[in-house]
């Protein structure tokens, strides 16, 4: 998609709007993404209104791909960690809208993830993905590497248990460290 633009999201009543629109869309339709379904409007608006203000101390950084005035798909990097753990940051809450997906929106918000990671001088990039319905697939593709599984982790959106999938990639300079 040639006309997306992907920018860190503000902490605005229209934009928690479209967030919350996206995050119960998503739940709906079976993504592994921390909630499950039904998610009452009030409890998705809570959660982005929290995150962007987490985003706004600098814990995390919330991007949003735009196709227009349509939020097309979001992503979450986590960046607040303990000290031992400054080079770490942590991938959260991949979405793309259902009517949007297939054409590299997903993609798109990783690049610029791991962008934005390196450029806070991040070494190492974690996340973890549902075994049924989740993006390991994706993830694979991008260049990360599988840690493990742990089984019956989470319920899926529509209850019954799914395991989680660990992956985990170099970035910047480790990346750099790590070349032939
Ligand atoms: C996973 C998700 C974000 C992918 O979004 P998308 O914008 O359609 O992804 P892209 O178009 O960038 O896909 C890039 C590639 O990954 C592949 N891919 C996408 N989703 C995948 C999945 N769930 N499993 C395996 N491969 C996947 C695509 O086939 C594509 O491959 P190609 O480049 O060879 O064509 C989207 O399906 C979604 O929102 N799912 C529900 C929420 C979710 O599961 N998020 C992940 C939580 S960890």
């Known amino acids: 998609m040639n006309s997306l633009e992907i920018r860190a999201l503000s902490d605005d009543a ?10 119960i869309e998503t739940v709906a339709a079976g993504g592994s993404v921390s909630f499950m379904h039904p998610l009452p409007a009030e409890a998705a608006r809570d959660f982005w209104r929290k995150s962007l203000a987490a985003a ?16 097309a798909g979001t992503v979450t990097l986590l960046l ?10 942590e991938i959260a809450k991949l979405m793309t809208g259902r009517e949007h997906r297939g054409k590299g929106v997903a993609t798109r918000l990783m690049r610029a ?16 993905t549902a075994r049924e319905e989740g993006a390991a697939g994706l993830y694979e ?6 840690a493990g599984e742990i089984p019956d982790f989470a319920l899926k959106p529509h209850g ?21």
């Open 14 to 23: 229209a934009t928690i709007a479209l967030l919350a629109d996206l995050l």
């Open 56 to 71: 706004a101390r600098g814990e995390r950084a919330v991007l949003g791909a735009w196709h227009g005035g349509v939020l």
């Open 80 to 89: 607040d960690f303990p000290p031992n753990q400054p080079h770490r940051a």
């Open 113 to 128: 993830a791991e962008k934005l990671a390196i450029e806070k001088g991040r070494t190492l990039l974690v996340l973890d």
């Open 141 to 146: 593709k991008l260049g990360f590497a599988f």
């Open 160 to 180: 019954g248990l799914t395991g989680t999938l660990i992956y985990w990639k170099r970035i910047g300079a480790a990346a750099a460290d790590t070349l032939p």
